[in-house]
């Protein structure tokens, strides 16, 4: 994976001084305890897949986006996601589409007491045996309680691990595995990128990135756009909007994350992008060899390549400030380093910007207030 800045000055940026061997989330993922539970939760996929032709994965934000990014990068049809709105019609849906169908329920949060995924689980949970039923949440939350009342499955999300941080957990891994796709290989791509990082972390990639966003900030850029030309890419952009929006934008700081999809955004807000308000940095993910390795797809990776090249030189022409993340291709072990690679970034952008990544009080600000308005009722 390479990281290449356009229109962007060198800064001279240090890790000095971050213990990054007590940061919580780093020391589970190099546990064998982060191993021992992904065991657990592909043994249990294993079984649902043997029985079941469909999952129901209900949840929201940082407990779905990883696993639903990642499933629709692969083009698994198997799993359906809902709990991410409040829209009955979303749920009514998937559920008329499975009327004759077989399908398992898995149910994901950490809290266990987010109104949007609680409610459509609750509607759902005995539509089908309790076997075919997991509960992925904190030991002792109210899902737990639940799920030890009702005879459920349960998964346990490791404590120090927060929603968006935690697609590398149970989280990601029981519906990824269920959807046929190798989850031990995005795992040994994002430890793999760990171990990179930690090894070499003044000259790495992340702060290379990190450092750029910083200086951006503080030359006044407002907003990052996530863009890619590729479909396997554009599918896990809406994991990094989140997990930067919701890490970042704290204390009056942060750039506001976006993402485009090119070339067919070039033809809409590519306009404002050359010739609009010069207040975003421009965060590119490409890869050097894809998926598809026919001859005819061949001849449009050319293509496509060109037309990313051809937007690069255009926007530096327009003095933008341009991030090319570049993976070695659209496979899992690319997923697992650029997952790595961004929660690194946003733990690197925490400590250089001095905001803690972890935690969302805004968050939690909305979901007291809707929770008071309910019991009002
Ligand atoms: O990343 C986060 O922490 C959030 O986006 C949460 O995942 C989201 O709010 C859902 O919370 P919970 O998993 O507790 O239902």
């Known amino acids: 994976m390479r990281v290449t800045k356009y229109n962007i000055a060198e800064k001279d940026c240090t890790l000095e001084g971050f213990d990054f061997e007590n940061v919580e989330l780093l020391r589970y993922f190099l546990s064998s305890a982060a191993k021992a539970d992904i065991r657990q ?198 994991v990094f909007v989140q997990l930067v929006g919701e890490s970042l934008g704290k204390n009056g700081k942060g750039l506001y994350p976006t993402s485009s999809n090119f070339t067919e955004d070039l033809h809409a807000v590519g306009q404002y992008l050359q010739e609009g308000r010069k207040n975003f940095v421009e965060t590119i993910i490409c890869s050097k060899k894809h998926k598809n390795s026919s001859k005819i797809a061949k001849k449009y990776q050319k293509i496509n390549n060109i037309a990313l090249n051809s937007t690069i030189e255009a926007h530096k022409k327009a003095d933008n400030s341009i991030v090319k993340i570049e993976l070695e291709g659209q496979d899992e072990k690319s997923a697992g380093t650029l997952l790595a690679f961004m929660q690194l970034a946003v733990i690197v952008s925490g400590f250089l910007t001095k905001t803690n990544p972890f935690g969302q009080n805004g968050v939690e600000a909305y979901k007291n207030n809707m929770r008071k308005m309910l019991n009002a009722q």
Do not use: W
């Open 41 to 238: 939760a592909k043994a249990l996929a294993k079984d649902f897949s043997k029985r079941l032709k469909h999952l129901i994965v209900v949840g929201v934000g940082g407990s779905i986006l990883g696993a639903r990014s990642i499933i629709e990068a692969f083009g698994a049809k198997n799993v359906h996601f809902c709990g991410n709105s409040l829209d009955f019609s979303q749920f009514n849906d998937i559920l008329k589409n499975l009327e004759n169908e077989n399908y398992g329920i898995c149910y994901i949060s950490k809290s266990g007491t987010t109104i949007e995924s609680s409610l459509f689980f609750e509607l759902v949970c005995d539509s089908t045996s309790k076997e075919n039923v997991v509960v992925i949440s904190d030991q002792n939350s109210p899902a737990h309680k639940l799920a030890s009342k009702k005879g459920f499955h349960f998964l346990e999300i490791p404590q120090t691990i927060g929603g968006r941080f935690s697609t590398m957990t149970a989280v990601g891994a029981f519906p990824i595995f269920f959807a046929g796709i190798n989850f031990d290989k995005i795992f040994n791509g994002y430890i793999h990128e760990i171990k990179t990082f930690l090894k070499n972390k003044n000259q790495s990639e992340e702060l290379c990135y990190a450092g750029a966003r910083a200086s951006e900030e503080a030359k006044g850029k407002r907003v990052e756009v996530f863009a890619s030309f590729e479909n396997f890419y554009q599918k896990l952009l809406p």
